[in-house]
């Protein structure tokens, strides 16, 4: 894939997610030759969906992502790390124990040859010391900003003032355009209306998403006056966590670009007009491409699809298509 106006499209092996879990002859090796026939050669391998012994992989495991890396020519560009915070029912990780896993997780990053790690679970004050390891063992090392976080929110504004008042040069950020989505996918509403959840609970839930209710709030007032059951329970438990939707803060994003290592292009389904023409109808994909080109980013951007989330059995069509939407889009920047 060529790389337009500095930035290098690439994939994240958690696209897909169903097809490796659900048909028992995919493998890694699978994978890479899916990627490959889309003439994409940089991954993100994320460790907890691909390896059956994390955080420590067998060596085995290892051998299985490089051999099958040389034969079709992908590089693991990216490896997803993970700090499991409730590993242990009731017990509260110490900085040793969280710094600890990232470190682990930096020594599958080396083995498998990738130049950075995804890193998830800590506060901005653990950031030298996270910068400190990556200095150590030769990696970049981009704290994920994922919703429901904003480039905007103390988190974020508490890494980036890390970042600069300590002059980290080998820890950054990774936003996820997930954290872009402006509203709720009609894919996402017919599941929760498949949960028995009525239409017009779930359009009022959207609607007064960011009226001051708390989720408790919510949940409490659609259970009580609006005769919400699981669908709606569903529905609101995820749209104030990981399925989070508010007005992009695109005017914010500009200030996170200098900080940015590489990017999670989320998406969860990309639809085509009546010319056939891809478009992406909840995330503004074009603006916050323009700001990242126009903050000066150089690097990759790396297409992540979670279809799975509603049990889309389609990664390749969709891939195919955000790469067709991010070419589009970078061309005419």
């Keep these: 894939m060529a790389t337009i106006n500095g930035i290098e499209q690439g994939i994240s092996c958690y696209s897909y997610t169903q097809e490796f879990i659900e048909n028992e002859d995919w493998s890694i090796d699978t994978i890479f030759e899916h990627?490959?026939?889309k003439g994409v050669s940089k991954v993100e391998l994320v460790g907890a969906q691909t390896f059956q012994q994390y955080p420590t992989p067998r060596p085995e495991e290892i051998d299985a992502v490089l051999a099958a890396?040389?034969?079709?020519?992908?590089?693991?560009?990216?490896?997803?790390?993970?700090?499991?915070?409730?590993?242990?029912t009731g017990y509260q990780m110490s900085r040793e124990d969280i710094l600890s896993d990232i470190r682990l997780d930096i020594m599958t990053a080396r083995s498998l040859g990738a130049k950075y790690l995804r890193a998830t679970g800590f506060e901005p004050e653990l950031a030298p010391a996270v910068n400190d390891l990556a200095e150590r063992y030769g990696v970049q090392i981009g704290f994920e900003i994922h919703a429901p976080h904003t480039p905007a929110d103390a988190t974020t504004r508490g890494f980036m003032e890390t970042i600069e008042k300590n002059r980290l040069e080998s820890f950054g950020l990774v936003p996820d355009f997930g954290m872009f989505i402006e509203r709720p996918t009609e894919i996402a509403i017919n599941r929760y209306v498949g949960l028995g959840a009525k239409r017009e609970t779930l359009d009022w839930i959207i609607a007064n998403r960011h009226n001051g209710m708390t989720e408790e709030e919510m949940q409490e007032?659609?259970?009580?006056?609006?005769?919400?059951?699981?669908?709606?329970?569903?529905?609101?438990?995820?749209?104030?966590?990981?399925?989070?939707?508010?007005?992009?803060?695109?005017?914010?994003?500009?200030?996170?670009?200098?900080?940015?290592?590489?990017?999670?292009?989320?998406?969860?389904?990309?639809?085509?007009?009546?010319?056939?023409?891809?478009?992406?109808?909840?995330?503004p994909y074009e603006k916050a491409l323009s700001i990242l080109a126009d903050g000066g980013f150089k690097g990759a951007f790396?297409?992540?699809?979670?279809?799975?989330?509603?049990?889309?059995?389609?990664?390749d069509e969709q891939l195919d298509r955000h790469l067709t939407l991010g070419k589009s889009i970078l061309e005419s920047l």
């Design 35 to 37: 990627v490959a026939a």
């Design 69 to 88: 890396g040389a034969k079709h020519g992908v590089e693991v560009f990216s490896y997803g790390g993970y700090v499991d915070l409730g590993r242990i």
């Design 221 to 283: 007032h659609v259970a009580k006056n609006m005769g919400g059951g699981e669908g709606e329970k569903v529905a609101i438990s995820e749209w104030f966590g990981y399925l989070s939707f508010a007005p992009a803060e695109l005017d914010s994003f500009a200030a996170m670009v200098p900080y940015v290592k590489y990017v999670h292009g989320k998406f969860y389904h990309l639809e085509l007009d009546a010319d056939g023409k891809v478009f992406e109808p909840t995330i």
């Design 302 to 315: 790396i297409s992540e699809y979670e279809g799975h989330a509603f049990y889309l059995n389609d990664a």
